[in-house]
């Protein structure tokens, strides 16, 4: 049987990168797949393929950093699928990069918005759902929590918002029969990371020297990393950021 055969995941951001290799593959597995994205052509394409490949996927469009789509997002899945086990709250942005003094409080206000009040909020929404089904929740963090990266500033602190989210949610959530996790993605070849680098050659380079394994990582590692956490294997893994990132923040 597959792991999540029967199940309905939310995946948020589920368009394109880590998103989109997370809804193809909780799909493979079984799952019915809601994927929500502001992207709308590029979601109901993604919603298509899994459809070709034999899976169930629908889209909605959502905002993660307003709170009205956050509600209709849940609620659309509930109605469309019948239930909600998994979210993997993955919806983020890489925001306005450059040294601190050339940024603006409406740099870091755009980026917080989603990183931080995004993931909480679809937490906050999803929690009564959550526990009639026993789910559970994967959050999505970033190495440049742990890894000094200078022009990084907003982005690496909002990402540093997410392990503590984690846990202090997953004290609250556990007494409800539902766990809360994190993982936290090294350089991976997606559209976030090529802009974050500049290009998939300078992501390619930098990682030749700053990652131990040599490499950037791919989408699917961090979709396989994020449907353990989601899966009865990991019952017992409770709070948790696995991170995912070649050795990077081991040196």
């Known amino acids: ?108 206000d755009a980026t917080f918005n989603v990183n931080v009040r995004g993931t909480w909020l679809v937490m906050k929404y999803a929690l009564p759902h959550l526990v009639a089904t026993r789910g559970n929740v994967v959050n999505n963090s970033s190495v440049a929590a742990d890894v000094g990266m200078a022009g990084t500033t907003i982005y690496a602190a909002s990402k540093g918002a997410i392990p503590t989210l984690t846990r202090t949610a997953a004290i609250e959530f556990i007494a ?11 350089p991976i ?8 680098f500049g290009s998939i050659d300078n992501m390619r380079g930098f990682a030749a020297t700053a990652v131990p394994a040599g490499r950037s990582g791919q989408a699917g590692d961090i979709a396989e990393a994020v449907l353990f956490l989601a899966s009865p294997q990991a019952a017992y893994v409770v709070g948790q950021t696995i991170t995912v990132d070649g050795g990077m923040s081991s040196k």
Do not use: Y
């Open 189 to 196: 070849e997606t559209d976030m990371g090529s802009r974050f």
């Open 1 to 108: 049987m597959k792991r999540f055969e029967g199940k309905v995941v939310l995946v948020t951001g589920g368009s394109v990168g880590i998103g989109r290799a997370a809804a193809q593959a909780f799909a493979r597995e079984g799952a019915k797949v809601v994927i929500a994205a502001r992207r709308e052509s590029e979601g109901i394409a993604t919603a298509k393929e899994i459809a070709a490949d034999g899976g169930t996927a629908a889209f909605v469009r959502a905002d993660v950093a307003v709170e009205a789509d956050v509600v209709a997002m849940i609620d659309f899945a509930v109605k469309r699928f019948g239930a909600l086990d998994v979210v993997f709250n993955n919806a983020g942005v890489e925001g306005k990069l450059g040294p601190i003094g050339t940024l603006g409080v409406e740099d870091f």
């Open 176 to 186: 409800q029969g539902v766990r809360v996790n994190a993982v936290s993605p090294g």
